[in-house]
């Protein structure tokens, strides 16, 4: 049975580095030009979300969207190389997404509060964005709710691969919006607590599964089969 798995990308698939609250700085203050007085709120949020949140904070109108994602872009771009030399892998992520690649029936791809420009920016930093279809995926540009992003990405993998709508969907990720995303939309839901929620904030949000890394790749094949067979 075919499975779409949805993986989130900071603190779940990659340590930015503390790069990404780098990132909305600088592109708030392109924008504003000056500095934000404090650093963005970010926690499973989505950029639309994070962006916004950071304009209201400091009185200003929010400016139109395609601005507000070429900011975010530049400053990606910008910021790439200190991604590399402060950041990293997570620990079993490599193994793990090469052995769900390797099941034919697993689709695999992201589902990230980041735009889609600083999601590949963020995976091809570390060679990962060959690891996952990112061209199905559903970013921060895509609605400011987490939860709404479940939908875009079911959509563009339906459609990709000629999937019924009623194929099963597994998210994994590090906080309780990703927790929260998937219970709304009744998907699976691997939680990996290599972020700053512990286990059991995890557990307390809905997560039954959650895992304290990526390490175990065969628990995680496991976890995701299991999920699949519930959802048939």
């Known amino acids: 049975m075919r499975l779409i798995v949805l993986w989130d990308i900071d603190h779940t ?6 790069v990404s609250k780098e990132i909305y700085a600088s592109a708030f203050a392109s924008i504003a030009g000056h500095a934000p007085v404090a650093p963005a709120v970010t926690d499973g949020r989505t950029d639309r979300l994070i962006m916004r949140d950071m304009f209201l904070r400091h009185d200003l109108a929010m400016p139109d969207w395609p601005v507000v994602n070429d900011a975010l872009e530049a400053a990606g771009n910008r910021l790439t190389a200190e991604l590399r030399r402060r950041g990293g892998a997570l620990p079993g992520v490599r193994e793990t997404l090469n052995a769900v690649q390797r099941q034919g029936q697993l689709i695999s791809s992201v589902l990230t509060g980041n735009i889609a420009a600083n999601a ?34 079911r959509h563009r993998v339906g459609e990709a691969y000629e999937l019924p709508a009623s194929t099963p969907v597994v998210l994994v990720g590090d906080t309780p919006r990703d927790v929260e995303a998937a219970l709304v939309n009744d998907t699976g839901i691997i939680a990996v607590s290599t972020g700053v929620h512990s286990a059991g904030q995890l557990r307390d949000a809905g997560a039954r599964v959650v895992l304290p890394d990526l390490t175990d790749t065969e628990s995680v094949i496991d976890h995701l089969h299991l999920m699949a067979a519930e959802r048939r």
């Not at 698939?13 to 503390?18: F, K, M, P, Q, S």
């Open 13 to 18: 698939l990659i340590d930015n580095g503390g």
């Open 120 to 153: 590949r920016t963020k995976l091809s930093a570390f060679d990962l964005d060959g690891l996952v279809d990112m061209g199905v995926g559903a970013y921060g540009a895509d609605d400011e709710e987490r939860q709404a992003l479940v939908a875009v990405a």
